[in-house]
């Protein structure tokens, strides 16, 4: 008669399975996290030629403007973004108010889609939040509070409403144009002023909205024409001789953006971007990442605007257009973080670690020291890859 196993037996055998498993599931997790570690510092590295290359060409490091303010204790919305009011006396940090501070110098750069065919796309998606906007649900209060979103967007153009919604498209909040790190890495015309399709010129809608947008032009100087060297005399000459199939080499050889080609092998297969771009000849999108992704049941901060002018806009959707966003991410697929002073002849490049959280490295010790929660910001620090600092 053969013997069976014993329940000790049985749950002995249970036992030595589990415990190989969490070996096993735990050798996974260090090989993982050793890959996502290794794989930030050699985009640091990267990044960290780029800076280099742009020091050596305009004497200073790039001089990303603030997007907000570098004070953590302002108050936060329910999309992050930082309002007028300050909390002084905080008990314990938070985290979407340290986050906004942290980001005040942005590494990615936000414009409009400059292909047509999203239209139809953006369109969809603007319905769907206007819904979201004007409905009761509770579920739907964090569109409700967005005046931008509940008045299909019109805001951001529309003079006679931005006085009533200042916070909603100040440069710190529903920005047209995001100027980050990436803005002043990458060519600027070549890589915002994008051809899609096979047409020969640009949508008239895409030119008038880069024309008639002031945050572009107060940012932008014009450039001069290679060949003449005069200054060209608008926007939309430009824009037009990059759609040109014949001129278009005119944009590629302008110094301001053919300098960007010494650093720019370094960017190879690192960037997220919405388009597959090859720039200089060189491949930027991210290889591991793919592409941005996009959803309509988003809480992030405003990333429409709309292709109207600023007298002539309406509260139709028709005109308007995503953002298109152009990053590079650590190994945690989260965001490097870009800190330079004035005059820009230092800078911080960091990641936040497998946490996903940091602290602002311009906070000096005796500062920290000061701090009520000085142990959460301690703790989110303890993990941080501050690879570069110069």
């Known amino acids: 008669m053969r013997r069976a196993f014993t329940l000790v037996e049985l749950l002995v055998v249970v036992v030595v399975i589990v415990t190989l498993m969490a070996v096993t599931f735990r050798l996974g997790s260090v090989g993982s996290e050793s890959t996502y570690k290794s794989r930030t510092i050699n985009r640091m590295q990267r990044l960290e030629n780029c800076l280099s290359g742009y020091y050596a060409a305009y004497g200073s490091y790039p001089p990303v403007g603030l ?111 995001k100027l980050g790190l990436m803005s002043y890495l990458l060519p600027r015309l070549l890589v915002i002023f994008y051809p899609s399709g096979s047409e020969n010129s640009p949508p008239s809608e895409f030119v008038g909205f880069f024309t008639e947008q002031n945050q572009w ?60 771009r090859y720039v200089y000849g060189v491949r930027l999108r991210d290889d591991i990442h793919g592409s941005v992704s996009v959803s309509a049941d988003t809480t992030d901060p405003v990333v429409y605007s709309s292709g109207n002018s600023q007298s002539g806009a309406s509260s139709s ?30 800078y911080t490049l960091w990641s936040a670690g497998p946490n996903g959280k940091t602290f602002p490295p311009w906070v000096t010790d005796e500062e920290l020291s000061r701090l009520r929660d000085r142990a959460t910001a301690q703790q989110w620090m303890a993990d941080d890859i501050v690879h570069m600092k110069n």
């Open 67 to 177: 997007h907000g303010s570098r004070d953590y204790t302002y108050q936060v919305d329910l999309h992050g973004i930082q309002q007028t009011e300050k909390d002084l006396h905080m008990d314990n940090l938070e985290w979407k108010r340290v986050e906004a501070a942290c980001r005040s110098q942005p590494v990615g750069m936000s414009f409009p889609f400059s292909n047509k065919s999203m239209a139809d796309y953006v369109d969809e998606i603007a319905r769907l939040l206007m819904e979201k906007a004007n409905s009761s649900e509770a579920r739907y209060a964090q569109f409700r509070n967005n005046p931008v979103l509940k008045g299909g967007f019109s805001a951001l153009t529309d003079s006679s409403r931005i006085k009533d919604k200042a916070k909603y498209s100040s440069w710190s909040h529903a920005q047209v144009f």
């Open 217 to 276: 032009g107060m940012h932008n100087e014009l450039p001069c024409d290679f060949t003449t060297g005069q200054p060209y005399l608008d926007w939309a000459t430009v824009i037009n001789e990059r759609w040109n199939k014949t001129d278009g080499w005119k944009i590629t050889a302008l110094p301001s953006q053919s300098v960007c080609a010494r650093w720019l092998p370094n960017l190879e297969g690192i960037v997220l971007s919405s388009k597959d």
């Open 317 to 346: 959707s028709s005109g308007q257009y995503l953002l298109d966003n152009v990053t590079v991410v650590d190994g945690w697929y989260h965001e490097f973080y870009y800190y330079s002073p004035s005059p820009h002849q230092t």
